[in-house]
């Protein structure tokens, strides 16, 4: 009896999930063609006043599309588009015509979908496994996800690195940049495990953008090294700063390829360094004290917090303390920079955390494939995520500081005629 119970609660379970599932496709279907009704009133009312010699308005709805499969985080949903009818003319006489902004013309998923191909790829899933992956999110009738496509997909995102790759840097500019060495537990055809070599750079304008993507070996100085005399090959200039893990080889290779650029630690790392060295009922107290010298408003306030904390547990715990101590200089290098600068520079983040949904797996992954295919999937995760990525604060202060102007605890103290002339032009 408690058998037949069991198997009753666990049928309407299932309904139920699958009239969730299936009132999210259609409210979601619903308000899809509800914003594709609005995107075209709004394009016939903009264009209503044109009319040709007989007075009849040229730009009139023309029925609907065809009926297509369209994949989106809820599943997959049929949708016909509305369809204008656009009469008019440009200067040379070619037709103007309608495209939606929302659904694109032979678009078949939504840019959501496929965004999670890389993530699944990283995580040790095969183009095989995508279509039965997916199915279970999307529902049996996800569309355009076959293994051909999704094959013929990867390709492209591969092709795409490639260029990315080759691209000239000449008339790029990166007044800062973060980096990081990214250890993915998935195994591509080799026994050791993909390592990566990533570096995002801040433009003059402040949008943030990613400047490399690489294979490298245990983050050593020689595969930093190769990086960097690849990008100077290909005209990049040396940023003013870069922010990265002091575990890193990168600050060796940098000494020599780009003496000139600036060091700062990341204090996300450094936090937890330090804290490792400590007790566990003392880190939360710990903690308190680190967070003082990251959020002093003045380097003599951060060195005064950093005294604190060597008095506090120095005597006890010498590993904490010259571990924090080891760092200092480049520890509080940001202050030397624009206040409003300063939560940006501390941390390396932008890269953490666009890795963060497949290294979260990456004890679990036993997956394998070609080591090109997988920084090729590197990269459009990082591309994608790149959409998602906040400008700098006060993105006008970055011409100054690549034009050499000198700051102290994160205010402007010199304006030399270089400076000035930057700020005119800016």
Request: with cysteine.
């Amino acid at each position: 009896m408690l058998r037949i119970v069991e198997e009753s609660l666990e049928e309407k379970s299932c309904e139920l999930a699958c009239t969730l599932d299936e009132l999210a496709r259609e409210g979601a279907r619903r308000m899809l063609m509800q914003a594709l009704e609005e995107e075209v009133a709004a394009y016939l009312a903009a264009h209503a006043e044109e009319r040709d010699e007989q007075g009849r308005r040229r730009v009139v709805r023309n029925g609907k599309a065809r009926a297509r499969q369209v994949t989106m985080g809820c599943g997959t949903v049929e949708v016909r588009a509305p369809r204008v009818d656009d009469r008019r003319a440009d200067a040379s006489g070619a037709r103007q015509r309608f495209t939606s902004a929302i659904l694109p013309p032979y678009m078949r998923r939504s840019p959501k979908v496929a965004e999670v191909l890389p993530v699944l790829y990283l995580r040790g899933l095969s183009t095989g496994d995508f279509r039965p992956a997916l199915e279970s999110l999307l529902g049996a009738e996800a569309s355009g996800l076959s293994a051909t496509s999704i094959s013929r997909m990867l390709g492209l995102w591969e092709e795409e690195h490639r260029s990315f790759r080759r691209r000239s840097l000449t008339e790029r500019d990166y007044v800062y940049v973060w980096v990081d060495g990214i250890h993915l537990g998935v195994r591509l055809g080799e026994d050791r495990k993909l390592c990566l070599l990533v570096m995002i750079g801040a433009r003059p304008d402040g949008t943030k953008e990613l400047v490399a993507i690489e294979d490298g070996y245990r983050e050593s100085t020689e595969s930093w090294a190769a990086l960097l005399r690849d990008l100077r090959a290909r005209g990049m200039r040396a940023p003013v700063l870069a922010v990265g893990d002091g575990a890193l080889g990168f600050w060796a290779a940098v000494c020599d390829v780009w003496p000139e650029t600036g060091a700062q630690r990341d204090w996300f790392h450094k936090l937890g360094n330090v804290l490792d060295k400590l007790p566990k009922r003392l880190q939360t107290q710990a903690k308190e004290a680190l967070d003082q010298i990251v959020g002093a408003e003045n380097r003599r306030h951060a060195e005064e917090a950093i005294a604190g904390f060597e008095h506090a547990y120095g005597a006890k715990y010498p590993k904490a303390v010259e571990c924090l101590r080891r760092d200092q200089e480049a520890l509080l290098a940001f202050f030397d920079f624009p206040a409003e600068h300063w939560i940006h520079l501390r941390t390396s983040n932008p890269i953490e955390s666009a890795f963060s949904t497949v290294r979260l797996r990456q004890r679990v992954t036993k997956g394998s494939g070609s080591r090109t295919r997988g920084l090729a999937m590197a990269f459009k995760l990082l591309e994608m995520a790149q959409m998602r990525w906040r400008r700098l604060n006060a993105g006008h202060l970055l011409p100054l500081v690549r034009a050499g102007a000198r700051f102290q605890d994160g205010k402007l103290v010199e304006r030399s005629d270089t400076v000035e002339e930057t700020r005119d032009a800016a």
